[in-house]
DNA sequence: GTGCAGACTTGGAAAAATGTTC
DNA sequence: GAACATTTTTCCAAGTCTGCAC
């Protein structure tokens, strides 16, 4: 079903997508074209190449506070019998037991790696008992924890401005810092707790003990001059540095996939707000390279050499599909994914002809984050003799581009153009999209939710262009049937509205009064009152069930140009809160700032 | 080229906050 | 003002891309 929708949608996208594109209006960041007022906030400062910051002062960052052992009543049960756990094995049980409820702990790689990984915290005796996870029960655990959040939820008003203000205080203590004078809000102030690794789709790893870290763990940034922030009591760092071509405050190796993790700074900070202001002007700049970086990859399917050619068809996948550079993935490390330099022959299929096209070809991979893509894209004919050419003599396992890399890529990409990777391809697709998509949807005389109701549909191409999926919301056959009721509702009244104006009419014909007249305008307002009301909830109706598997977050905050819907809506007088929330007016403040209502991407 | 570490962006789910209805 | 629905924010996993060593 939902892939059948998603193909429709792309239909209806692929033929948006050939109406012809204006020519570009380049504007330099800072240049008076693009700018509304002074944005001197945004002006770039003067930084020497690489070098992010000259003064960096903060608090650290946040520890998870210690672990509470569990009251005396809840017990953990082995074999049917109560055992009493040692503090550092009752802890990594309570990660399991508060998971119970969920599907993770039906996942025999999840149960598998929490039991190895609980094993090793358990102590020798232990571990002379607890042999088999099938025989453990948490239950108790799981209750205590359930009826503890039950408690959260009925807490007294009182009990609940004072867990606020404990959180507001943390949040002015170790949530902001000092960079180059000025107060910045951090991202993520605190560390990750411990707890049960959650990797998504067929992750080998799932399951396993996330450890607790120690400010011994964690290495700080700041500038020397600086106050060095304090570790907790009879704890230290396990370093200081002063690296300002960064703009991490704290980090520290995560221990399941040993990477590292940082403590960065909010999006709504400068610093945020300057890289991703250059991302876009990296993107509008391709608009001027677009037309012959497509001509040269055209010419290049009919190269000599075969890398060239996979090279060509590889981008003009990037470029007309917004797939994923696709890097390689150690295998056994995380689930299998692709995206397009990293497609192997099992994820394509070619036909003939398919859907009354010519020369179709089915893609079917998971992508990032174990999303499913599925497509079916007529191609043109060289690109589907190049990928048969390329399928030859191979096994399903094999790479389709077996000549290509995520490298060789993004060096030809920068010698076509400076900053180019293929990463700006999907935000320079996205934002465009959005831009052709407002153009062609808003209609200067609708109303406010019909405009928003354009906003969403635009937005909503963008999402599918880039396979931005979500879960059908658990609430959502019911809440659409809440939806239809008040509909069948909202009709009855205008019916009856309208009845009640029709009598008045001829009460007043009758009378010719003064007073008839009054009740007569008055059932006239209510009547258009009641039919504006049933045409805002048709058009909520119609959004929320094109909206069921889509997730707009994720193009909204990283692919469109945010420039582009603020010049929207003060063209068409849609109040800007409409469209951004207020975490993301102050992420997008630099945009807010500059964008007039003529701004073109 | 290839492998790896590091730094940063992008991603959906879950939790929390807010709004609506009875 | 409780119960439920919806929206917003937080969380942290999973990508991209660069630079460096060999």
Known sequence: MRVVRLLRLRAALTLLGEVPRRPASRGVPGSRRTQKGS??????????????????EHKGPYFAPPYEPLPDGVRFFYEGKPVRLSVAAEEVATFYGRMLGHEYTTKEVFRKNFFNDWRKEMAVEEREVIKSLDKCDFTEIHRYFVDKAAARKVLSREEKQKLKEEAEKLQREFGYCILDGHQEKIGNFKIEPPGLFRGRGDHPKMGMLKRRIMPEDVVINCSRDSKIPEPPAGHQWKEVRSDNTVTWLAAWTESVQNSIKYIMLNPCSKLKGETAWQKFETARRLRGFVDEIRSQYRADWKSREMKTRQRAVALYFIDKLALRAGNEKEDGEAADTVGCCSLRVEHVQLHPEADGCQHVVEFDFLGKDCIRYYNRVPVEKPVYKNLQLFMESKGPRDNLFDR???TSLNKHLQELMDGLTAKVF????ASITLQEQLRALTRAEDS????????????????????HQRATPSTFEKSMQNLQTKIQAKKEQVAEARAELRRARAEHKAQGDGKSRSVLEKKRRLLEKLQEQLAQLSVQATDKEENKQVALGTSKLNYLDPRISIAWCKRFRVPVEKIYSKTQRERFAWALAMAGEDFEF
């Open 39 to 56: 944005g001197a906030r945004w002006e770039k400062e003067k930084h020497e190449d690489g070098v992010k910051w000259r003064q960096l």
């Open 448 to 467: 406010i939710a019909a405009k928003i109701l354009s906003y969403n549909r635009a937005n909503r191409v963008v999402a599918i262009l880039c396979n």
């Open 426 to 429: 999907r935000t320079y697709n």
């Open 404 to 406: 290509l890399t995520t």
